[in-house]
């Protein structure tokens, strides 16, 4: 089958996100814009993944659990996984590594909700802030987890893993890189490339997305696109 | 001026590219974000940074740096390390913030700047 995903979508809960963007929403845009697949990826928290997860049942869209980490050398990279037990203890790692406080009124509210779009509670962590593991720390955290790891955005200025560390690093086990532009970005040519949204609104939604050739839609599957096995591909 | 001046001058520690001490430093470069060293780094330059990943190695090599300091007493990874010594890149480590190591090498009169 063939399925439209838009791998990288945040919610309420990253601070620089729309209060508008409550799990209830992105999925419902996320149908409404024809897709398959969403990933909801947060700023270094996926405690919104399970009301997304929720608020897509019989819904006609899969929702997967990742989380947007930001690495001590303020690397972006997303972390996408295939079951809750896997995004927990990546959520662990990072918060034993991340250090702070928000101040709401300096970087935004952190909205954790229900399914019905509800607050449930305010998530007190600087999200915004980096982690103190190193790209290839995070990388290996998220494969140790069975998730695949995807640099963000490389093809911005800001907080990609070209902005900060001019090429992607020797043996950084990516399992592909994001980009926002058409252009092809300068990576090695066997890394799998996706388009994703970084929406941070709804109606930025949907806006990129990537189409996978798959059995189903799973972030396993997907993993399997990303390294064309067994007939799994990117579409372009 | 060579790197061995300033290594004593300001009290760096030398952790990679002893043998390589003698090399001259004709100006410096300040900045964490490696894209912009790539852009903006000369051949000579010191390198003033806060980065401790291994691409720093590649970008020095790259450019014909001069060597890399790193600030606020911050330790080269060991991959950093290990890639410096197999391409002798000097890699120095001082104590001080970025902008008092940057203040003290203009006073010993490298700039930032070249004619």
Known sequence: ?236 | MNLKEIVHNLGLEVRTGQSALMTEVRGGYAGDLLSDVLAHGQPADLWVTLQTHPNTVAVASLKGLAGIVLVNGREPEADTLQRAEAENVVLLVSALPAFELVGRLHALGLSGMRT
Request: aromatic letters at 2%; charged letters at 25%; proline letters at 5%.
């Open chain 1, 1 to 236: 089958m063939e399925v439209r995903a838009d791998l990288h979508i945040h919610t309420c809960l990253s601070p620089c996100a729309d209060r508008d963007m409550s799990p209830p929403t992105v999925v419902r845009r996320g149908r409404e814009r024809g897709l398959h697949v969403i990933a909801v990826c947060d700023h270094n928290s996926a405690e919104n993944v399970e009301a997304a997860i929720r608020a897509a049942e019989d819904a006609g869209l899969a929702v997967i659990g990742g989380m947007e980490i930001t690495s001590r050398e303020e690397v972006h990279v997303l972390g996408l996984f295939k079951d809750d037990r896997a995004l927990q203890s990546a959520q662990e790692v990072v918060y034993e590594n991340l250090r702070g406080e928000n101040e709401p009124q300096v970087f935004g509210e952190q909205l954790v909700m229900n399914e019905r779009g509800e607050v449930v509670r305010h998530n007190g962590r600087l999200l915004i802030g980096a982690t103190g593991l190193s790209v290839e720390e995070v990388v290996q955290t998220i494969h140790r987890l069975g998730g695949l790891a995807i640099a963000a955005h490389v093809d911005r200025p800001r907080f990609s893993l070209l902005s900060q560390l001019g090429f992607v690093p020797a043996g950084l086990d990516l399992d592909a890189v994001e980009v926002c532009a058409e252009a092809p970005p300068a990576v090695p040519k066997d890394l799998a490339v996706v388009r994703s949204s970084d929406a941070h609104r709804p109606e930025e939604i949907g806006a990129r997305y990537t189409r996978f050739l798959v059995e189903r839609p799973t972030a396993s599957e997907i993993g399997m696109a990303l390294r064309r096995i067994e007939g799994r591909r990117v579409l372009t």
